[in-house]
């Protein structure tokens, strides 16, 4: 089968995404009969359902029998199916091109760009956006704008209930949404309305997330958000960290937007102020819109909450990165001066995959070129002429969807008629590639980022202002100033001929170029998706249509055509380049991107937190907007993953193989680790582990580290057999707390893990897999932050090694080491003393009415329960056993 007619004849998950995402539905699955390819839902599971296609063979009143395209019957009823219109692209190309043609003024061009939009709309050489591709001719309710970002919230109950609504209402109709919270006055702020103080700006962040996970987007996807918050705000290292608390915002991406002056401040390791407006100033509400830099500027007073340490904040950054790949982080003040809005619209948060920067009431309005479709074979070459032909038509097609798309709200038209905002962008890069022998990542392959995004942003720009010419240009267009920006500096100063034809023409759309993920759509046309190499050649996707296997096709053909030979180099997946690499390709292309760029450095599982500041900091330097990283096994929940863990979930344990501990990748995947644990472990094999054991003697020696925690002081006994630790003992809080049984269980896996078998790597394994684990709070700054017991665990492992190889066993800063025989007394004393400036009241000669150790809140789940006045109080949640 050729390369067109596979890609037009869609298959298993291509053909799925096609029927539930894009194509034109029908509203009524009453309407199924026997003949219909439908999409039929198998599995009805709230996060993760199964649908497989298939035809109507049987109705009988509202119970339908369908055959699957794996042959299986399933007999289920009508309102399980997705009936469609369209069944095939072709349609679906008919349907997009004649509608976006519609807009031109007289019934010629109509014709004339109908069909020009439909020749690169074929063969899936222009891919448009998901809102688009559903919506154009189809809808006129659904938005054609993929993302929005709304103002940040007014500051008060009704400005946060009025933001919600704008966002429900976006996200019902298809559309993704930004929103910034540093107009969200910082926690304990005081409100004077309702003589009380503030929740703080991330408990709101948290019901922009619920709410999120409430909304379900035409059936078939979940509403998506972006919360941000500038490097200024008092609650910025809350945000940082609230995922690392169970079940806070869990439906929203997060990221740190970042000025650089703070990044100065981290290379220089000088302090850095946390401040908010004051909100005693005269008409603050309605002055305050989140713009510190606007507020001073007019003179308006702030209030200093308190100093940190810039490195500190950046630390925390990393770390969470590191953790659990959140969060991001944009150089939004380095965005802005690139930005060719600069001067009348300042960009303030992204959209919810970070690719498109936004003003309030912003839009993105993207499609792909699918550059997988620009090989010329015969010349071993891009076509460069149809890139330019496709480039320059899809800038026209993407500013009538601005014309066409329905406006649910003024303010949104308004602004998208002020500046007309397109993001063309592309997919199939890594494809490209492999057809034309480049190793992503290589230095050539630099050079040819460097060429390619160059020319295809030379000529979308020189079609956007030949459009002005017939059209006119965006209403805030002022050709000096817009000149200015550092976008415009960089492209014109390298292709003149486009600040020539912009100061003849004028300009119609204020920025052109945007790279989105194209997640569903790439998997959807068969190729790579967005700028990204392959995930792998082989994989598994998990998505609410299910858990499919996927083949990248032209790794398969190559190998059909060369049996028994491996792949050649040039054939790269994210996980074969450094990260390094990862952002060297990023920079390439952000040269010649006026918006920003969706992309994910990948990292190996055992990739550092060094490492990842490094990275981080190598972004800013080399001119990203923004970075995220992912390290590979740190969230439980992959979308993309190379095992097939459904089938290893089901998998017998082997007697012949027996492992005498978890292995690490099964520690690195929560998934596998969980599939493991739960399998019936066959006598045979239980006995053998028995052998493994090593007993206890009844004499061992070891020492004691003092380390404080976020529950108070832990007492970490380690104890050595051999030379090696072989046991831990953990004592934090009172006897009888939940927080002291925890611990007392924690120590002892520990120590079953330490005393099974051989394994030389075991202690290391233990201090990489309990180190970093984030729990409600912190303690300490730097090298010694202790985010919860565990990592104080892996601390004291560590200092303990360290000791074992020195003889004079200096003890490290973090910890302090005891006799064994002052360990009770020192146990007893510390956790009978008292002191008031821990439950956060009082001060130097206050009463003592709170002990320093603390326990689990039964109601908010945190590390706040202290004793008060003889009572169990919760500090963060005001929860009182006492009632």
């Not at 439909?118 to 448009?128: F, M």
């Not at 979940?222 to 960290?241: E, S």
């Not at 899809?394 to 601005?402: A, E, K, P, Q």
């Not at 292309?589 to 760029?597: A, C, E, N, P, T």
């Amino acid at each position: 089968m050729s390369t067109v007619e596979r890609n037009q004849r869609l298959e298993g998950l291509s053909e799925k995404i096609f029927l539930d995402r894009y194509a034109w539905k029908d509203a009524d699955s009453n309407n199924a009969k026997v003949g219909d390819v439908v999409l039929v839902l198998t599995k009805d599971d709230p996060k993760f359902p199964t649908k497989e296609v298939g035809e109507i063979v049987e109705r009988s009143g509202q119970i339908v029998t369908v055959k699957t395209r794996r042959g299986e019957h399933v007999q289920t009823d009508v309102e399980k199916l997705t009936l469609n219109i369209e069944k095939t692209p072709e349609e679906m190309w008919d349907r997009l091109a004649g509608a976006m043609a519609s807009v031109e003024k007289t019934p010629e061009l109509q014709q004339e760009w109908t069909g020009k939009f439909r020749s690169i709309l074929d063969d899936w050489k222009l891919v448009p956006g998901g809102r688009i591709a559903a919506g154009a001719g189809a809808s006129e309710e659904l938005t054609l704008f993929n993302c929005y970002v709304v103002p940040s919230p007014k500051d008060s109950r009704g400005g946060i209930m009025q933001t919600l609504s704008e966002m429900t209402e976006i996200m019902a109709r298809g559309g993704g949404v930004g929103i910034n919270l540093s107009s969200l006055r910082p926690r304990r702020a005081i409100v004077r309305g309702v003589n009380g103080s503030s929740s703080g700006s991330v408990s709101w962040g948290g019901l922009f997330s619920y709410t999120t996970g409430l909304i379900e987007q035409g059936g078939s996807r979940r509403g998506a958000l972006m919360l941000m918050i500038n490097d200024w705000h008092p609650d910025v290292v809350d945000f940082i960290t609230v995922k690392q608390t169970m079940g806070q915002v869990t439906n929203a991406n997060l990221s740190v937007c970042v000025s650089n002056s703070f990044m100065k401040a981290v290379k220089e390791d000088l302090d850095w102020d946390l401040v908010f407006p004051d909100t005693t100033y005269p008409d603050y509400n309605e002055i305050w819109d989140g713009d510190l830099d606007k507020w001073k500027a007019e003179g308006r007073s702030v209030i200093h909450y308190r100093t940190v340490k810039a490195r500190d904040v950046w630390q925390t950054i990393i770390e969470s990165a590191w953790k659990s790949a959140e969060p991001g982080v944009v150089f939004m003040e380095y965005y802005n001066q690139m930005s060719n809005s600069w001067y009348f619209n300042p960009i303030i948060c992204t959209n919810p995959c970070g690719e498109q920067g936004l003003p309030g009431w912003g839009v993105c309005n993207l499609s792909a070129v699918n550059l997988s479709k620009f090989y010329d074979e015969e010349k071993h070459d891009v076509d460069w002429e149809d890139l330019a032909t496709t480039t320059r038509y899809s800038v026209r097609f993407l500013d009538n969807v601005i014309d066409k798309t329905p406006y649910h709200f003024p303010e949104n038209e308004a602004n998208q008629k002020l500046e007309r905002r397109v993001g063309l962008g592309t997919m199939g890069l890594a494809e490209l590639m492999i057809k034309l022998n480049i190793r992503y990542g290589s230095p050539e392959s630099l050079e040819f980022l460097d060429k390619l995004y160059g020319f295809m942003a030379r000529e979308a720009y020189l079609a956007s202002a030949e459009i002005a010419g017939e059209k006119g240009s965006f209403q805030a267009f002022d050709t000096e100033k817009y000149l200015l920006s550092g976008f415009m500096k960089n492209i014109t100063e390298t292709y003149p001929e486009v600040g020539a034809a912009i100061r003849e023409n004028g300009m119609r759309n204020v920025t052109v170029i945007t790279q989105a993920p194209t997640g569903s759509t790439g998997t959807m046309v068969g190729t790579s998706t967005g700028i990204e190499p392959y995930f792998a050649f082989k994989y598994y996707r998990q998505s609410r249509l299910g858990f499919d296997e996927q083949f990248v096709p032209i790794a398969q053909e190559w190998l059909e055509a060369h049996p028994g030979e491996e792949l050649p180099e040039y054939f790269v997946t994210s996980m074969d380049l450094s990260a390094k690499d990862h952002i060297r390709a990023q920079a390439a292309i952000q040269r010649w991107v006026d918006s920003s760029i969706s992309k994910t450095a990948n990292c190996p599982a055992d990739f550092t937190v060094e490492e990842t500041a490094e990275l981080y900091e190598m972004a800013f330097d080399l001119g990203c907007k923004g970075v995220t990283i992912y390290r590979d096994g740190s969230r439980d929940v992959q979308v993309l993953q190379t095992e097939n863990k459904e089938e290893k979930k089901d998998a017998p344990i082997k007697e012949e193989v027996v492992e005498s501990a978890a292995s690490e990748a099964e520690l690195t995947d929560p998934v596998a680790a969980n599939a493991a644990v739960a399998s019936p472990v066959p006598q045979a094999t239980a006995n053998e582990l028995d052998k493994q054991y090593k007993k206890r003697p009844q004499i061992l020696r070891g020492a004691t580290y003092k380390i404080n925690t976020p529950f108070g002081m832990a007492y970490i006994t380690i104890n050595d057999l051999d030379g090696t630790p072989a046991e831990i003992f953990l004592n934090v809080g009172k006897a009888g707390s939940d927080v002291f049984a925890m611990a007392e269980a924690l120590g002892r896996v520990c120590s079953l893990f330490l005393r099974y078998g051989d394994h030389g790597q075991k202690v290391e394994l233990l201090i990489k897999h309990l180190k970093g684990i984030g729990g409600s709070g912190a303690i300490g700054f730097g090298a010694n932050r202790v985010e919860s017991i565990a990592d104080a665990v892996a601390k004291a492992l560590e200092t303990h090694v360290l000791n074992n190889t020195q003889d004079d066993h200096i003890p490290a800063p973090i910890a302090a080491t005891l006799e064994l025989e002052d360990f009770t007394d020192a146990l007893n004393a510390e956790l009978n003393s008292v002191t008031l400036t821990d439950a956060g009241h009082g001060g130097h000669g206050s009463h003592n009415h709170a002990t320093s150790s603390r326990d689990l809140c039964p109601s908010c789940g945190s590390a706040s329960l202290v004793n008060i006045e003889g009572c169990k109080t919760c500090s963060n949640c005001g929860y009182s056993r006492c009632g």
